[in-house]
């Protein structure tokens, strides 16, 4: 759910029906009754699909069955991928809206949101993976058969991206094999507003992603459907949508017998996490990072790239 480059319309229609028939009723509200412009609808859209396909990944199928546990997990998860204030503040304010109307519409017997909050300012400390753990995921993909099982490869090499880079989940499903430098053990990552940073890999990681370009990505390219250069692809021979990759984390850390909520986004906690404790400055790490307020132009500027590979394979535990 929530795959880049889909249509609100083909993302409505993928959630649960009754999660989808309020949500399509709203909307006729936003636009017949409360004569809502089109930037706000388009804004509630963003933020009301975002948050239903959410609540579909926890199992729910309505919405009378939302309870506000699931609305702070929720606005938790917004505020560790970097989101403002102010849009989280926007999102939770969509979120109310929806749940109002569902209660008029007596699809509710009770406001989740009734007593929550937007977050206060300073953040919540994100949830991490130990070092033991993330190495109990990644050594749970079978490379045994590189041919009869390319997913093997192609998902320990995805992990081994993940956290080697801390790249986000549309960064890496969006990966390009010409985006490498190797030569320099680098990657040039098109980040939020197609921002572009460069990002150490480490040889690890590298050490995989060739693996399984030579072994295994082959097996996966099928002949006249081109996939461009995208790097991770799926069984059809095209990229790997959101789902699929928090699929993948979800099942190795399952098998790999890790008790904690893993998803994506978790590797790139635990990525400037393992790295600050290391010792590495925080400065470079939000460079790796990308974070929203540092410039395309701040990656050249204020941290010289010999400087960033350095940093990443002395901090980074496999660098």
Request: aromatic residues 8%; charged residues 25%.
């Given at each position: 759910m929530g795959e880049k480059g889909a249509t609100v319309d083909e993302r409505i229609a993928l959630l649960p029906?009754?999660?989808?028939?309020?949500?399509?009723?709203?909307?006729?509200?936003?636009?017949?009754?409360?004569?809502?412009?089109?930037?706000?609808?388009?804004?509630?859209?963003?933020?009301?699909?975002?948050?239903?396909?959410?609540?579909?990944?926890?199992?729910?199928?309505?919405?009378?069955?939302?309870?506000?546990?699931?609305i702070h997990e929720h606005i938790g998860l917004l505020s560790e991928l970097g989101m403002s204030g102010r849009s989280i503040s926007r999102a939770l304010s969509a979120i109310r809206g929806l749940h109002k109307f569902a209660l008029i519409e007596k699809e509710s017997r009770v406001d989740p949101t009734e007593y929550i909050s937007p977050p206060k300012t300073g953040r919540k400390l994100p949830n991490v993976l130990s070092i033991h753990e993330v190495e109990a995921i990644l050594e749970v993909p079978d490379v045994s058969d590189p041919v009869g099982n390319p997913y093997g490869y192609r998902d320990r090499a995805l992990l081994e991206t993940l956290y080697a880079?801390?790249?986000?989940?549309?960064?890496?499903r969006e990966l390009t094999i010409s985006r490498f430098v190797y030569d320099l053990e680098l990657i040039r990552v098109i980040g939020k507003g197609n921002k572009e940073r460069l990002v150490p890999i480490g040889r690890t990681a590298l050490d995989w992603v060739g693996a399984y370009r030579i072994k295994a990505r082959p097996h996966l390219l099928k002949r006249g459907r081109p996939s461009g250069d995208v790097l991770f692809l799926n069984s059809r021979g095209t990229g790997l949508s959101r789902n699929a990759i928090w699929n993948i984390t979800k099942k190795y850390a399952t098998e790999g017998g890790v008790e904690k909520e893993v998803y994506p986004h978790i590797f790139r906690h635990?990525?400037?996490?393992?790295?600050?404790?290391?010792?590495?400055?925080?400065?470079?790490?939000?460079?790796?990072?990308?974070?929203?307020?540092?410039?395309?132009?701040?990656?050249y500027t204020h941290v010289d790239r010999q400087h960033l590979r350095q940093v990443h394979r002395e901090f980074h535990p496999r660098g």
């Open positions: 029906p009754s999660l989808r028939s309020i949500l399509e009723r709203y909307r006729e509200y936003l636009l017949f009754e409360k004569g809502a412009s089109d930037n706000t609808r388009a804004a509630y859209d963003n933020d009301l699909l975002r948050y239903l396909e959410f609540i579909a990944r926890r199992g729910l199928g309505s919405i009378d069955q939302i309870e506000s546990d699931h880079t801390g790249m986000r989940v549309n960064e890496i635990s990525f400037a996490t393992h790295l600050l404790e290391g010792g590495a400055d925080l400065r470079t790490v939000q460079e790796m990072l990308g974070h929203e307020n540092i410039s395309t132009t701040q990656i």
